[in-house]
């Protein structure tokens, strides 16, 4: 937690001094969460039954390629995504943070432990039996 409140308050700062117009002078390259689910053991076949999709493979448009280890639940007009190791996912991001993806998340970060960050609001949203709580 102490490590993501860090990287919150980074972004916080680029936010609060750094934009011009649509866009900003400065960015700020989150380091200090490298291996962000550490403790956690959420496995791939969880999340997607929590969503109700199924896995995909995870890639880049174009000869990039795929992602190793990269999978991705697409949900409506949002996705979850992320990598896995052996079944387990180590790192989770969500691209349209629509409320139900939300409400999907819920009985696996509360299950875990685990707290969403949106990091474009610089917001925390930790799990709570009645939902998710800033």
Not at 16 to 40: I, K, N, T, W, Y
Not at 69 to 97: C, I, K, N
Request: charged share 25%; glycine share 12%; net charge negative.
């Amino acid at each position: 937690m102490e490590a993501i409140d860090a990287e919150l308050t980074e972004v916080r700062r680029v936010i609060a001094e750094s934009r011009l117009g649509p866009g900003f002078v400065e960015c700020h390259l989150r380091h200090r969460l490298p291996d962000p689910l550490a403790g956690a053991r959420v496995t791939l076949t969880a999340l997607a039954a929590a969503l109700g999709v199924e896995a995909r493979p995870f890639g880049f448009r174009g000869d990039a390629g795929m992602v190793e280890g990269g999978f991705s639940l697409p949900y409506s007009d949002a996705v979850v995504y992320g990598l896995e190791r052996d079944g387990v996912v180590t790192t989770l991001a969500v691209h349209g943070f629509l409320e139900d993806i939300v409400g999907g998340l819920h009985p696996v970060a509360l299950e875990q432990g685990l707290v969403l960050v949106d990091w474009r609001k610089a917001e925390k949203l930790r799990a709570v039996e009645e939902g998710f709580a800033l």
